[in-house]
């Protein structure tokens, strides 16, 4: 069965800093595009950020420049590093991986990991 483990959320003040984790098994990790999402209270689930499987990333407005996505393929992981942090960036973050054409029917989603940001 696969499985996405996030990792690393917390409290930070606004302007702090957070990396947040998400270790993968059971799939072929290099092969997918791994995702990070959120979701706020009230709110729909939103895309953050996302790594293709050769590392071509992408970013809404609302968080480029301040947050990064990488992955070690070594590892099975992918991380999102959080910078400036912001209140509105209080939510729960998702990891999910998206499996390539033919390989799976379906994504896969983590937990879950609350990351606030305090005034």
């Known amino acids: 069965q696969v499985r996405l483990v996030e990792s690393g959320g917390g409290l930070v003040q606004a302007g702090g800093s957070l990396r947040l984790s998400c270790a993968a098994s059971?799939?072929?990790?290099?092969?997918?595009?791994m995702a990070w999402y959120r979701q706020a209270p009230g709110k729909q689930r939103e895309l953050v950020a996302r790594i293709t499987s050769r590392g071509s990333t992408n970013y809404p407005d609302s968080v480029k420049g301040r947050f990064t996505i990488s992955r070690d393929n070594a590892k099975n992981t992918v991380y999102l590093q959080m910078n400036s942090l912001k209140l509105e960036d209080t939510a729960v973050y998702y990891c999910?991986?998206?499996?390539?054409?033919?390989?799976?029917?379906?994504?896969?989603w983590g937990q879950g990991t609350q990351v606030t940001v305090s005034s």
């Open positions: 999910n991986a998206d499996p390539p054409p033919g390989v799976a029917s379906t994504d896969y």
């Open positions: 059971r799939i072929i990790f290099s092969i997918y595009a």
